[in-house]
């Protein structure tokens, strides 16, 4: 068990509004390649109560029933524990939700998405707290998804961020997977992730800088929001008694310039919201410039600048990006301890290609099954259901 607290340096679970018993939720899923879809899940669970609590499945679990995971579970429990709205993971939780689990951790109620989750026979892993009454529903975030994103890294091209035309190869795969039992175009190669205002001010703390406060900036891709992501905003988080983190993102084409192939995975909104539900980070530059500008030392009163110790590519110009923090002696360059990348992940993907391809073929297959049941189900007339039950 993994306790978190509402911020950063952790702490003790609060009383409920008026000193009323605190409203404990559970949730629990794989967590596999954590995205800011389960963020948004776990925000929206957070607010049906006072305090948090999410299991997380093991890499036997998620393999027996879904196939291999991306991320090992060491990896999952500590990119969950990262997540703002968390107050406190449970590591190894069954893949079945049952009364008992909720009971165990004094939960009143589990929340999941409004999307499919089956085991390995195809039944509801939550069937159990539902007839309960113990389970509530939130609103899936459209446009992203594991399989989703795994699918953009099997299609790593140069096509998704240029105007050249994609090779008929190309489009004939982006054609053929990732499509959906209900037909829709693949969200592969181009995400339709929508961006609004709304959902930038649910992901912000919409806190400025206090005084006492060490105005920490970092900047980067932060694409597939990671480990080694984490790992070095902890270690940066630790170098101020109060920081206040400003995390700088560079435009995809910025990105695609110093990383190329089909950098970045996710696009500049995805990313944004990503880096905002950590809970490390204060607040996030949309499109930040690639080099780090007095103007912009001077704009946000930046009083470190950090960096990791991947290399740092020269500007266009072919300059320093971080040669006025340098010159200014507030550019401290942070070891993680972490040797994950961006291109690792993705090549942990196209290492286990076809493992990945039937991944989420298999997922495909058994939510069709499972929405045809249902819908042979409902077409039923009443009284043909009494066998059933």
Known sequence: MIRNGRG?????????PGGRRA??????????????????????????????????????????HKGPPVFTQEERYKMVQAIKWVDEV???????TTLETLDKYNCDFCVHG????????????????????????????????????VGRMLLVTKAHHSSQEMSSEYREYADSFGKCPG??????????????????????????????????????????????HVDFLEKVHRLAERPYIIAGLHFDQEVNRYKGKNYPIMNLHERTLSVLACRYVSEVVIGAPYAVTAELLSHF??????????????????????QEPKRRGIFRQIDSGSNLTTDLIVQRIITNRLEYEARNQKKEAKELAFLEAARRQAAQPLGEHDGDF
């Open 183 to 228: 037909g829709r175009n693949p969200w592969t190669g181009v995400s339709q992730f929508l961006q609004t205002s709304q959902k930038i001010i649910q992901f912000a703390s919409g806190k400025e800088p206090q005084p006492g406060e060490t105005v920490i900036y970092v900047a980067g891709a932060f694409d597939l929001f990671h480990i080694g």
């Open 90 to 96: 449970v590591p190894a939780a069954p893949y079945v």
């Open 301 to 322: 009163k930046v009083d470190l600048v950090c960096h990791g110790k991947t290399e740092i590519i020269p500007d266009r110009d072919g300059t320093d990006p971080y």
């Open 8 to 16: 950063a340096a952790g702490g003790a679970e609060q009383p409920g």
């Open 23 to 64: 409203v404990r939720v559970w949730c629990d899923g794989c967590y596999d390649m954590v995205h800011y879809g389960h963020s948004n899940q776990l925000r929206q669970a957070r607010a049906m109560g006072d305090y948090l609590i999410v299991g997380v499945h093991t890499d036997e679990e998620i393999a027996k």
């Open 114 to 149: 409004n999307d499919i989750t089956l085991t390995v026979d195809g039944r509801d892993t939550y069937e159990e707290v539902k007839q309960a009454g113990r389970y509530r529903e939130c609103k899936r975030t459209q446009g992203v998804s594991t399989t989703d994103l």
